[in-house]
């Protein structure tokens, strides 16, 4: 009668030993954690890239948010808080702004002119400690030569990520010239 290849006597147990331990240690297809794989504990580097973007898109819009509610009370504190100490401004029919301090003053000759502020996020990207904003920008003019006249155009917004806060590095608005 012929022998089975694995009950031939000549087979070294430790062999059939080893086999046996690397196949037991081979984990279901199922029970795999690899990165990608469904089912698994892992990611894919796009699942924490979108991630990353839902988190930086979460803070700049707050900031965002914190920004125009300050702007519509008339909170000069909160509102340059927002603006890193050496941040740039570049304001509508003002010179380039630098520093916290200096913004507090450009924002608070304007303020009482301008009512309501709103800016939009229409086009985020962001990279380690750094967020780009892009969108549109309106204010209402109450008072002066512009009165009931709306400021409107495009900004760029540029955030830095300090100690886990977003704020304010530079912000540029570029008024549509043909109003």
Do not use: C
């Amino acid at each position: 009668m012929p022998r089975h290849p694995l009950t031939r006597p000549d087979l070294h147990p430790s062999l059939v030993l080893g086999i046996i331990l690397i196949f037991a240690s081979i984990p279901a297809a199922g029970a795999q954690t690899l990165p990608g794989i469904p089912g698994s504990q892992g990611g894919t580097a796009a699942m924490h890239m979108a991630e990353y973007y839902a988190d930086v898109m979460s803070h700049v819009s707050e900031t965002m948010s914190e920004w125009r509610s300050a702007w519509r009370v008339d909170d000069l504190e909160a509102l340059s808080g927002i603006y890193m100490d050496g941040a740039l401004l570049l304001f509508p029919d003002e010179e380039p702004t630098w520093g916290r301090e200096a913004i507090r003053t450009v924002l608070g000759a304007r303020i009482g002119d301008l009512g309501e502020g709103q800016l939009s996020l229409g086009d985020v990207h962001a990279s380690g400690k750094l967020a780009y904003v892009g969108g549109r920008f309106f204010f209402e003019v109450q008072s002066g030569d512009r009165a009931g006249q709306r400021i409107s155009g495009y900004h760029v917004t540029i955030f830095f990520r300090q100690e886990g806060v977003w704020m304010i590095r530079s912000q540029v608005f570029r008024p549509n010239f043909r109003d």
